[in-house]
């Protein structure tokens, strides 16, 4: 790890903060419509699980049958009961179960 000086580290703070309020000016100038809509957009990119979970079950409520239970079951408790989120594994093993069946 490089060891920067004092002022280094204060230009690079200065312009990270100019670039960000530059942002923050832009989305400002956005409609409400447009803000609500960027903010449920990252708010789903940052739990996409909890899309994942819904497909699952909405998949076997759709589709209900011995084959697509334990896409359900798995979610309720392995994926839902692992904080903060579920492990590669979890996904690995549900993209699995999916392609072979």
């Known amino acids: 790890m490089r060891n920067h000086s004092v002022p280094y580290l204060r230009i690079v703070w200065q312009c990270y903060r100019q670039?960000?309020?530059k942002v923050e000016e832009d989305l400002a100038k956005r409609s409400l419509l447009y803000r609500l809509i960027n903010a449920?957009?990252?708010a789903l990119i940052a739990r996409t699980?909890?899309?994942?979970?819904f497909v699952m079950i909405l998949a076997h409520l759709c589709y209900g049958n011995l084959l697509?239970?334990?896409l359900p079951i798995g979610a309720m408790i392995w994926g839902m009961l692992s904080l903060p989120r579920p492990?590669?594994?979890?996904?690995?093993t549900v993209l699995t179960y999916v392609m072979v069946c």
Request: include cysteine.
């Open 40 to 42: 449920l957009y990252l």
């Open 87 to 92: 492990a590669k594994t979890f996904w690995i």
């Open 19 to 21: 670039q960000e309020e």
């Open 68 to 70: 697509s239970l334990p």
């Open 49 to 53: 699980e909890l899309l994942c979970y």
